[in-house]
């Protein structure tokens, strides 16, 4: 799915920018919270996180709920089809010298600001059509801001053929909390 870097939609919008107005408030938080709590309390797995029906309504909520992106993220990694890697799995790997591209599919503004060093940047809403600048044979990292496009820019390549592709675990900014410790 290409994700435009801004976004003019109205609040009825379905494009997977982050918008202002679909950040939580302290209600959706707590009904969260509630919904995690019941989900636990009847023992839930994560694959079961993925298929709730949150009735999905425009005005209150994107399509996918941060709950079902929880799910489907985990469920990946539990089950290896999107498997992730941590700060420090992935430094270790480039300390032994194994040739691994990282890839950045954050906005231009948000790299700005910070990056794993090294990192290609392919912006999520150009990886398909500028996936050719990568090897498909080499180890892939994705990574965003928290991992949830991350994900995404994941599913991306691995439905080009490309075979080792991970996500890393936190994004950036578990990146950046790993390296300044």
């Not at 995690?36 to 694959?47: K, P, S």
């Not at 700060?87 to 906005?107: C, D, F, Y």
């Not at 936190?170 to 410790?181: E, P």
């Amino acid at each position: 799915m290409l994700q435009p870097q801004s976004c003019t939609h109205p609040r009825e919008c379905n494009c997977p920018v982050a918008h202002e107005w679909a950040t939580p408030n302290a209600d959706e938080l707590g009904q969260r919270t509630e919904l995690l709590t019941t989900a636990i309390t009847f023992g839930a797995d994560v694959a079961d996180l993925f298929h709730l029906d949150l009735a999905y309504s425009p005005t209150y909520a994107t399509t996918k709920d941060p709950v079902h992106y929880t799910g489907m993220a985990l469920d990946g990694a539990i089950h290896g089809h999107a498997p992730l890697i941590t700060p420090a799995e992935l430094e270790t790997r480039r300390k032994t010298g194994e040739k691994i591209q990282v890839v950045n599919v954050r906005s231009a503004k948000d790299r700005a600001k910070s990056f794993v060093a090294d990192s290609v940047h392919l912006p999520l809403d150009q990886l398909r059509e500028r996936s050719g600048e990568l090897d498909p044979t080499l180890v892939t990292v994705t990574y965003c801001n928290k991992g949830v496009t991350g994900n995404a820019g994941q599913n991306v390549l691995r439905n080009l053929d490309f075979e080792r592709v991970y996500n890393l675990s936190g994004g950036n900014q578990n990146w950046q909390a790993w390296t300044s410790a």
